[in-house]
């Protein structure tokens, strides 16, 4: 007995071979105040000493003699002295198991009762986690608790009440109340369904969102190169083998559907400098590698169109058959238009040609010299290998602020390849050929092109030819040559023979290039088409008027290359179905052989003109809402048929 009547018992050590204690008493013995002892000793027997705790988890656990025991814990200094320290062990060993109780009390977890619930029939697992391989929340199953030797016996919970200031018969009290339970987690239930996986992780939805599109691959590789051989090298960045995925069976998954371009090794990424001895641009920014992945044949579609719109304020309803012919199976990679006479609203006119693109194309640059109009499309996933775009005007009357007549070109590199456009309207009249020269050569040499673009061959570049500072040429216009044939004799070959090899016997321009007076070195393609000068508006009859106008081909598309077969005509013929003005447009289709660039052209950072871009698109859709108005209109207005 202590000086506070208690019973003070010896530490029990427990034999682990029979699994039994060495030396036995009632457990009710323990910690027990003795004014409380006799009158209830039932109702107290839960009262335990703190440092038996294993010994009771396992009595509890009713676990078999012959499993193995947590080892017994030494026995506290303050019962072997026989002082004051026992009454203080009780009461923290109370605090303990009231904090521990207090988790149950419903007045407690009021706030979170739809997350904790009570059990009390089913045994507590002696798993350390909880949860078991193949077993979930929903098999109802409590959660484990964790072994107790892992757990100081005399810790101090401080969010527990304080029982030093209870009496022993408030204690009972508070005891009687508390009812000891198990806490279970309730099972969580799904918000929604999963997305599906296709055989791994790289599900659908999981997919990089800088997919091609299949409508803007090369149309040229496509036939080439099947879609698996594409897909072989897709992972762009090799960090994605550590931060995504983890199983090799997931890597090659992901290898095979991320993306499409070429894997980076750290090895490359250490020693490659491409800047340093990159004369055939290999490895450059617009070196062969980049040029191979979009263009494996190393050829560009270019799309040419000439008009001379008699300065007409009213545009053509419908442009697609100006740009986007039925009778061709692909669009091109490059549009350029030029405009002579332009209508007098430009803006308006760069709009409805947004509009007719579409969506895959964006405005790379557009210039102006009075009414001549030149516009460049590109398309959007090309123009990164654009370089900075620049442009020059020059006039040829007399009267410079009339800017009638003159030429306004454009000029920029695309990979390693320099391009050149140039629309012009030159001196009309039937005998003005000599004029029609002069304001040739006065072009050629006005020009002031390029500024800071460098020059891709500067061994063949002369100052008094523009031309030859390029690669690639292309000029095109109402250059105003005529047919020296009678309107009679021209209208009867056009009646009889569909063969105008006859007509171009007679023809300024062709004769004039054969002597080598104007475009030196230029090409042009065969002309299978009939005149397309002059024409009354709005029909396909030639001009009735008192002039009586000879039939001629004023409207060219002529292009000079600096490597024999760098440009190949695909197609050479006029949209005869535009007829708002008294010329008929010209279009002219392309292939233009590319070289890899290097890195000192500045690039254009793949500036385009965004406020056209989202003006055309906004109208095509606007279009395209009228046009399904009107034809649920027309339905519902039928009386062929009636549906019931």
């Known amino acids: ?54 010994r009771l988890l396992q009595d509890e656990h009713k676990l078999s003699p012959f499993q193995p025991r947590p080892p017994s814990l030494p026995k506290p200094l303050g019962l072997a002295m026989g002082g004051r320290n026992s009454f203080d062990q009780k009461v923290r060993g109370r605090r303990l198991r009231n904090s521990q109780e207090s988790l149950t009390d419903p007045g407690e977890t009021g706030s979170s009762s739809d997350s904790l619930k009570e059990e009390t029939s089913t045994p507590v697992s002696s798993s350390p986690l909880g949860l078991k391989n193949g077993q979930s929340l929903t098999s109802g199953r409590p959660l484990d608790l964790p072994p107790m030797e892992t757990q100081a016996p005399f810790r101090n919970w401080s969010g527990s009440l304080s029982e030093t200031d209870m009496s022993p018969l408030e204690r009972y009290d508070s005891k009687e109340r508390m009812k000891p339970s198990r806490i279970v987690l309730s099972p969580l239930q799904p918000t929604g369904t999963f997305p599906p996986l296709d055989q791994s992780v790289a599900s659908a939805s999981l997919r990089a969102t800088n997919w091609i599109d299949r409508d803007c691959l090369d149309y040229s590789a496509v036939g080439r190169r099947g879609r698996s051989e594409r897909l072989q090298r897709n992972l762009s960045d090799s960090r994605l083998f550590e931060t995504m995925v983890s199983d090799s069976a997931s890597v090659q998954s ?61 545009l053509p309803y419908n442009l697609d058959d100006l740009l986007l012919p039925t009778d061709t199976d692909f669009a091109q990679d490059m549009y350029v238009i030029g405009v002579q006479e332009g209508c007098p609203d430009r803006r308006e006119w760069e709009i409805r040609l947004q509009e007719t693109l579409g969506p895959y194309y964006v405005m790379l640059y557009a210039a102006a010299h009075g009414v001549l109009y030149l516009t460049v499309f590109v398309r959007r996933d090309l123009i990164w290998f654009c370089s900075e775009v620049e442009h020059a005007t020059v006039t040829t009357r007399i009267i410079s602020q009339i800017k009638t007549k003159g030429a306004v070109g454009i000029c920029f590199t695309f990979f390693g390849t320099s391009f050149l456009f140039i629309t012009s309207h030159f001196t009309s009249g039937d005998s003005k050929v000599y004029e029609r020269i002069l304001d040739y050569n006065k072009i050629m040499e006005a020009l002031a092109l390029p500024r ?20 690639e ?59 397309t000068y002059k024409f009354d508006i709005g029909c396909d009859v030639y001009d009735t008027t008192t002039k009586q106008r000879t039939p001629s081909y004023t409207d060219r598309i002529l292009y000079r290359n600096r490597q024999v077969e760098d440009i190949k005509a695909v197609k050479y013929t006029s949209c005869m179905a535009i007829k708002t003005s008294d010329h008929r447009p010209v279009v002219g289709m392309f292939q233009v052989k590319l070289r890899p660039g290097r890195d000192n052209i500045p690039l254009g950072a793949g500036q385009f003109d965004r406020g056209l871009y989202l003006e055309g ?28």
Request: proline share 5%; with cysteine.
């Open 1 to 54: 007995m202590s000086e506070h009547g208690e019973s003070i018992i010896p530490f029990n050590t427990t034999d682990l071979r029979s699994g039994e204690p060495a030396c036995k008493a009632p457990l009710t013995d323990l910690y027990v105040d003795s004014s409380i002892k006799n009158k209830d000793k039932e109702e107290l027997s839960d009262i335990k000493k703190p440092y038996d705790e294993p």
């Open 254 to 314: 992901m290898k095979s559907n991320y993306s499409v371009l070429n894997p980076i090794r750290p090895r490359d990424v250490r020693n490659r400098s491409f800047l340093e001895g990159s004369v055939l641009g290999n490895g450059a920014l617009l070196g062969a590698e980049e040029l191979d992945r979009y263009f494996p044949e190393r050829r560009l579609g270019l799309y040419i169109a000439t008009w001379n719109m008699q300065g007409e304020k009213e």
């Open 452 to 471: 800071n673009l460098p020059d891709t061959n500067p061994y063949r570049s002369t100052s008094s030819d523009v031309t030859t500072r390029f690669d």
């Open 473 to 531: 040429v292309f000029w095109f216009g109402d250059f105003n040559f005529r047919l020296n044939k009678a309107r009679g004799e021209v209208e009867a070959i056009l009646n009889q023979d569909a063969d105008m090899s006859v007509l171009l016997q007679h023809d300024q321009l062709s004769k004039e290039m054969k002597e080598g007076s104007i475009f030196k070195g230029f090409q042009e393609a065969q002309i299978h088409f009939p005149p």
């Open 617 to 644: 698109i906004k109208r095509r859709i606007t279009r395209e809402l009228k046009k399904r108005e009107a034809a649920m209109k027309n339905q519902n207005n039928s009386t062929v048929c009636t549906i019931s």
